[in-house]
């Protein structure tokens, strides 16, 4: 039976607005130990608040490389990667470099993932790999998540938020048919109601990046409290992917 708890385990509270204050991300930070979120995930500057905050609660600090528009030099991302791991992060959400795959350069893309990896494995930490499907075909979707495969990479995620759209659940199963087993994916952009995470849930995503965690969980509670707390069904599903728009 789906609980409450178990939206709680799917969400990676954001707070990545540029404009968010230090007294802003410490709240945050206690809205994701109040619901116990899967972790919490912030800009660079911000680990070693959340990190503090963090401690001892059980719910690691995330932080994104090469955000918003993964277009900076592969030994930038990696000095950023380890200066995030240094700081305490044990999540990172790298950015590809999307020109270069456009371009057709996947050696490029695979040794820039490969390189982040490998310096998160070493820390124990693990990587999710932003592709920002807006602006890919659904063949350049597939391709990158076969270069994540190769790369050794934990996740796949949808997109930053910062897009022309976030997550589409076309593009979730695509994504979760083009991975290798062990990997998982990562819904991010637009996950604003408990429904849409639901959605997004039943088409494979295993985490959901939101910064409406309140709202989603203050509505997650009151379906279990009612006995309303369900999956979604095929017809649910099919239903929604027809009605999606780009």
């Known amino acids: 039976m789906l609980t409450s708890s178990d939206i709680a385990s799917m969400i990676d ?19 994701a130990i109040k619901y116990h979120t899967a972790s919490v995930c912030a800009r660079p500057a911000d680990m070693p608040t959340v990190v503090r905050r963090l401690e001892g609660t059980g719910i690691p600090a995330c932080t994104v490389i090469g955000f918003p528009h993964g ?9 950023e990667s380890k200066r995030a791991l240094d700081d305490g992060a044990r999540e990172l959400d790298m950015v590809i470099n999307i020109g270069r795959l456009r371009a057709g350069d996947a050696a490029y893309v695979e040794d820039e993932i490969a390189a982040i990896v490998a310096a ?30 190769r790369a050794g990479a934990d996740f796949v995620k949808t997109s930053t938020g910062y897009g022309k759209y976030g997550a589409k659940l076309r593009d979730l199963v ?8 062990g990997m998982k994916v990562k819904a ?28 989603i969980m203050r509505e997650a509670m009151r379906r279990e409290a009612e ?5 979604k069904t095929q017809a ?3 239903a929604a992917l027809a009605a999606e728009t780009y």
Not at 174 to 181: D, V
Not at 200 to 212: T, V
Request: hydrophobic fraction near 35%; include cysteine; charged fraction near 25%.
């Open 236 to 238: 649910e599903f099919d």
């Open 174 to 181: 695509l994504m979760k048919k083009s991975i290798t087993p």
């Open 71 to 79: 277009s900076v030099r592969p030994d930038v991302k990696l000095f």
């Open 188 to 215: 991010a952009g637009g996950i604003r109601t408990l429904d849409t995470a639901l959605l997004c849930r039943f088409a494979g995503s295993s985490r959901c990046g939101a910064s409406a965690t309140e709202e």
């Open 13 to 31: 509270h954001s707070m990545l607005q540029p404009y968010l204050t230090d007294y802003e991300i410490s709240s945050g930070c206690e809205t």
């Open 120 to 149: 998160a494995h070493d820390s124990e930490a693990i990587v999710k790999v932003i592709l920002e499907n807006c602006y890919l075909t659904f063949d350049e979707i597939a391709l990158t998540c076969a270069i994540c495969s």
């Open 227 to 231: 006995g309303t707390l369900c999956e």
